[in-house]
């Protein structure tokens, strides 16, 4: 049999066992109807319970918007770097809404604090505001059971799903597999955007889905991530975009997917969950963060220090039509590239996946090409940080490319940094946190199977996940943008760009603090060897330009670490050396290099670079 065939058999295999919903449309409109049949008409709270709260922080987009004038708009603006602001003011807005919720994520586990929301969400539309759930199938609460229940809550309450490829709520792994094989293209297009928008007048997007490690609230990995809360004119840009995604046609009532609605068949109506069960259990830091989230003027003391007043404020998002037949010129990546060709000396950029698609490469060659060349400082993760092995794997394979070619000062995040806005007592892991042990898990986001790596000490990790840039400390970009190819051209992706020179150098002070020697590795060429030095880097050159594989053993670049009693010197100064101890190009990881290039080869083969 030719391995042709054989690959045309295991496809059809397959397709034939996970082919698309059999309901037949009466089956699906009994679903519809017993959905609807189930929900609550009862509109009404209880007082200093569940009523809406009041809120200074909601109220502060009145003011924008009274403060806004033609050519004048006026925004007020907050960097949400800890998971716990995040948290607090997400379900504070939400506890604070009164006539309308939408909440826009790609990944939404049903863990701690996704049930924490999902209570919020159900309560606010059992006082009365319309509340519209919209995510992207692939790791939007992926359990059909679930999904059947939450069809049948409240009138109010309305969840949709975004490109379900095989026309159910949940995706097995034969569905996984068959989705590659069959229908590449549109199984990896995928709707990584995120916004939570209340009332239409507070906005917040940025890095973080709705899952605990994005909140601090995970035991083994947390993510370093990055979000920003917006009230003013600009909202209106993000209530339209989000208006795009629910009604496109790609997107699909949870109640019409097939396993759902055979969920409400079986069941003849709503099926209980115990997740949302009347007076489910809910652990005391839940409790704890619905107490304080209900204190409006407590909310606002803890925010008000992250909140400035800014004028000129953008939101460039794709739109669904990303994924049609003829997708728009303009989009969130072209905007990107706008704003970091208009750099002129610095340039501050952070994003978890070092991988640059050929147009990101492009214009920085450019940017080098100039005579007066601007600084370009990289903060992303160390292979000892990342969730996605293979993402790495490719960051690595180009690290003499973007030293040298791009002219970027790279710096990697490191696993347990010296400080880190990562509370770690949210964990549950008290004490020694170096104590804990690390379970291995896969990141949704990137698909990958093997997880982080193993380390040399235990703990709980602090994996990078923010998506920001600082433009000549005069404009700030914080959102979803990846900066890499799957980004350009498989995900949609949105971000926010504050024109104000104080919030951009407060973004790239943040940014400079995560690359500071206690918190990265500092990636620069190893020191070249007396002999045979040219040979070694042209050899290695060639070995990069290989389409998949690089083969070549000695790799330009390694991660230095700041020896004690000295200041950082650049790469390439007198003294860099004397100051800098090589650390290994994979330093805190417990594999041997021969299985760390193994699995990069493996990576490769797998034919996973296309969609990193």
Request: neutral net charge.
């Amino acid at each position: 049999m030719t391995p042709f065939l054989r690959f045309c058999l295991t496809a059809a295999a397959l397709l034939a066992m996970t082919g698309c919903s059999t309901l037949s449309k009466r089956d699906q409109q009994t679903a519809v109807d017993l959905a609807h049949a189930g929900q609550s008409n009862v509109v009404g709270c209880e007082q200093g319970v569940d009523c809406a709260v009041a809120s200074p922080l909601l109220s502060l987009g009145i003011h924008a918007a009274t403060d806004s004038a033609p050519g004048a708009p006026r925004h007020y603006v907050a960097l949400l770097e800890r998971g716990q602001d995040a948290l607090l003011a997400r379900v504070h807005l939400i506890r604070a809404a009164r006539r309308t919720i939408e909440l826009q994520s790609f990944i939404f586990d049903a863990d701690v604090s996704g049930a924490l929301i999902l209570d919020e969400l159900l309560a606010a539309a059992r006082r009365g505001v319309k509340v519209r759930v919209l995510l992207d199938q692939l790791y939007g609460l992926p359990d059909p059971d679930l999904q059947a229940t939450l069809a049948g809550q409240h009138r109010n309450f309305e969840l949709r799903l975004y490109n379900p490829t095989f026309d159910d709520a949940r995706t097995s792994a034969l569905q996984y597999a068959a989705g590659i094989l069959c229908c590449f293209t549109q199984f990896n297009q995928r709707m990584h955007s995120k916004l939570l928008l209340v009332d239409g007048q507070a906005g917040i997007t940025g890095g973080r889905n709705v899952q605990d490690r994005y909140f601090d609230w995970a035991e083994g990995y947390n993510y370093r991530d990055r979000d920003i809360l917006v009230t003013g004119p600009v909202t209106r840009a993000m209530a339209a975009n989000f208006e795009a995604f629910w009604d496109y046609e790609r997107t699909r009532p949870t109640e019409r997917l097939g396993d759902v609605a055979q969920r409400l068949i079986n069941a003849q109506g709503v099926p209980d969950n115990p997740l949302l069960a009347p007076g489910a259990e809910r652990s005391l830091r839940v409790r704890a963060m619905r107490a304080e989230a209900g204190d409006g003027n407590a909310v606002f003391r803890r925010l008000e220090p992250l909140l400035q007043a800014v004028g000129r404020v953008e939101f460039y998002a794709d739109l669904p039509e990303k994924h049609g037949e003829q997708p728009p010129e303009e989009d969130a990546s072209v905007a990107m590239r706008d704003l970091v060709a208009g750099t002129r000396n610095e340039l501050v950029m952070q994003t978890p996946y070092l991988v640059l698609s050929r147009p990101a490469r492009q214009l920085f060659r450019e940017l080098r090409a100039r005579e007066d060349r601007p600084v370009i400082l990289v903060s992303t993760n160390s292979l000892a940080a990342t969730d996605a092995f293979p993402v790495y794997a490719m960051s690595h394979k180009y690290k003499r490319l973007y030293l040298r070619e791009l002219g970027f000062r790279i710096h990697e995040y490191k696993p347990y940094p010296a400080s880190s806005p990562i509370n770690l007592a949210a964990t549950g892991a008290f004490g020694d946190v170096r104590a804990a042990s690390l379970p291995m898990f896969g990141s949704g986001s990137r698909g990958s199977a093997s997880g982080p790596v193993p380390l040399k000490s235990a703990g709980v990790r602090v994996g990078l996940h923010a998506k920001s840039l600082v433009v000549d400390d005069r404009i700030a970009v914080v959102g979803t943008h990846n900066f890499d190819p799957r980004s350009d051209h498989y995900n949609t992706e949105s971000m926010l760009v504050v024109h104000d020179a104080e919030f951009a150098v407060a973004l790239s002070a943040s940014i400079r603090q995560d690359m500071k020697p206690g918190n990265s590795w500092l990636i620069a060429a190893q020191e070249k060897p007396p002999v045979l030095s040219g040979l070694n880097y042209s050899l290695g050159k060639l070995s990069e330009k290989l389409p998949i594989f690089d083969l070549w053993p000695f790799p330009y670049a390694t991660s230095y670490e700041l020896k004690p009693g000295c200041n950082p010197i650049e790469p390439g100064q007198p003294g860099f050396f004397t100051c800098h101890e090589d650390v290994g190009a994979f330093p805190e990881v417990d594999l041997p290099l021969k299985t760390v290039y193994t699995r990069i080869l493996t990576a490769f083969g797998a034919g996973l670079v296309p969609i990193l």
